[in-house]
Nanobody, 120 residues
């Protein structure tokens, strides 16, 4: 198993920025795929961004050009830089680790989540 801990959430005004971090335990960080999910009140959880073990990234259309997902394998940490935040970005953000497709593609860990609130 992999233990994941998110940090960096908070309250920010529209147009501001936050950087979320997801710290992972263990020595297999570099081979895992990571994703950020978010869930707003009354809505389904959605995939926001993902980054593969090879560094390929994907984003949901609503955050393209504003959010950047990255990883630092030397620090066992994955990040989500969020710029130009909008009130509709308000949600609980959680990180998820998966085995890469070549290793089965199965989820092996979730963080507890960090609250992001964007005020207008």
């Amino acid at each position: 198993q992999v233990q994941l801990v998110e940090s960096g959430g908070g309250l920010v005004q529209a147009g501001g920025s936050l950087r979320l971090s997801c710290a992972a335990s263990g020595s297999i960080f570099s081979i895992l795929d990571f994703s950020w999910y978010r869930q707003a009140p009354g809505k389904q959880r959605e995939l926001v961004a993902s980054i593969s073990s090879g560094g390929n990234t994907n984003y949901v259309d609503s955050v393209k050009g504003r959010f950047t997902i990255s990883r630092d394998n030397t620090k066992n940490t994955m990040y989500l830089q969020m710029n130009s935040l909008k009130p509709e970005d308000t949600a609980v953000y959680s990180c998820n680790a998966k085995r890469p497709p070549g290793w089965g593609g199965t989820s092996i860990g979730w963080g507890q989540g960090t609250q992001v609130t964007v005020s207008s």
